[in-house]
C-alpha cells in the first residue's frame, strides 16, 4: 500500500513557476513508477508525465515538454514536478500517482496506476 500527498499548487501569473511535490509513503517507493496527471474543469484527467522507478527514464505529454520536468528522490520518497512558464491552459488539479513496476499497460493511462493522491490545484492567470 502507498499512500500519496501532493503540494505546492497554487495561483501563479502566465509565465511563472510553480513545483508540485508529492510524498509517499511506504519503504518500496523506489519499486514504483511515478506518474503526475491532470484535470481541468470539465475535462477528462489528462497524462502529464512520467518517470521511471530509478529515475533514468521519464515521458512527457506533448503541451508541456520542455517547460515541465520530473524528478524523483528515492531517499526522500518523493517526486516533482517543477513548471516553468506556465500557460493558462496548464490550470487544472494535478495528481501524482504511482504504478507498480508489474502493472502492464501503456503509462498514458490513468487506468494503469494502481495509487493516487487527493491532488493539488495550480491555477493560472493570464
Known amino acids: 500500500q502507498v499512500q500519496l500527498v501532493e503540494s505546492g499548487g497554487g495561483l501563479v501569473q502566465a509565465g511563472g513557476s510553480l513545483r508540485l511535490s508529492c510524498a509517499a509513503s511506504?519503504?518500496?517507493?523506489?519499486?514504483?513508477?511515478m506518474g503526475w496527471f491532470r484535470q481541468g474543469s470539465g475535462k477528462e484527467r489528462e497524462f502529464v508525465t512520467m518517470?521511471?522507478?530509478?529515475?533514468?527514464?521519464?515521458s512527457y505529454a506533448d503541451s508541456v515538454k520542455g517547460r515541465f520536468t520530473i524528478s524523483r528522490d528515492n531517499a526522500k520518497n518523493t517526486v516533482y514536478l517543477q513548471m516553468n512558464s506556465l500557460k493558462s491552459e496548464d490550470t487544472a488539479v494535478y495528481y501524482c500517482?504511482?504504478?507498480?513496476?508489474?502493472?502492464?499497460?501503456?503509462?498514458?493511462?490513468?487506468?494503469?496506476?494502481?495509487?493516487w493522491g487527493q491532488g493539488t490545484q495550480v491555477t493560472v492567470s493570464s
Open positions: 500517482a504511482a504504478r507498480r513496476i508489474s502493472t502492464s499497460g501503456s503509462y498514458y493511462s490513468a487506468g494503469n496506476y494502481d495509487y
Open positions: 511506504g519503504r518500496t517507493f523506489s519499486s514504483y513508477r
Open positions: 518517470i521511471s522507478a530509478s529515475g533514468g527514464s521519464t
